[in-house]
């Protein structure tokens, strides 16, 4: 009698810790969420940083357009192909090596 007492105690022990470790593992905060979240953070932050170079790359262009002459004649000579007055301006067309065609010759069936 006293042996079965003493399993049954164990039993109501093992599962009153694992009803304690429950929350610890699997719950609402459990560690593996955590972990979770903390991974996550990490990638955002990575993304932030990528953003804000690009960000501060956009914001230097944008003091440099409002200011300088330079940027502006380099766009418009880039994109719109403009030239300054009294400039002459050279295209250079590289010429494809012709292939050499060979006749062909089709042979017409005789009747």
């Known amino acids: 009698m006293q042996e079965l007492k003493l399993k049954a105690l ?3 022990f093992v599962i ?6 429950y929350p610890l593992w699997l719950g609402k905060g459990s560690w ?4 979770e979240l ?3 953070v990490h990638v955002q932050q ?9 960000n ?5 262009e944008v003091r440099d ?3 300088g ?3 502006i004649e380099e766009r418009a000579r880039s994109e719109l192909g403009m030239i300054k007055q009294d400039e002459v301006f050279f295209q250079v067309i590289e010429s494809q090596p012709q292939q050499q065609m060979q006749p062909t010759t089709q042979q017409q069936a005789q009747p």
């Open 10 to 12: 164990t039993l109501i």
């Open 16 to 21: 009153l810790i694992a009803l304690l470790q």
């Open 32 to 35: 593996l969420r955590v972990w």
């Open 38 to 40: 903390n991974r996550k």
């Open 46 to 54: 990575e993304k932030n940083t990528a953003l804000k170079a690009r």
């Open 56 to 60: 501060a790359m956009l914001d230097a």
């Open 65 to 67: 357009l409002k200011s």
């Open 69 to 71: 002459k330079a940027a």
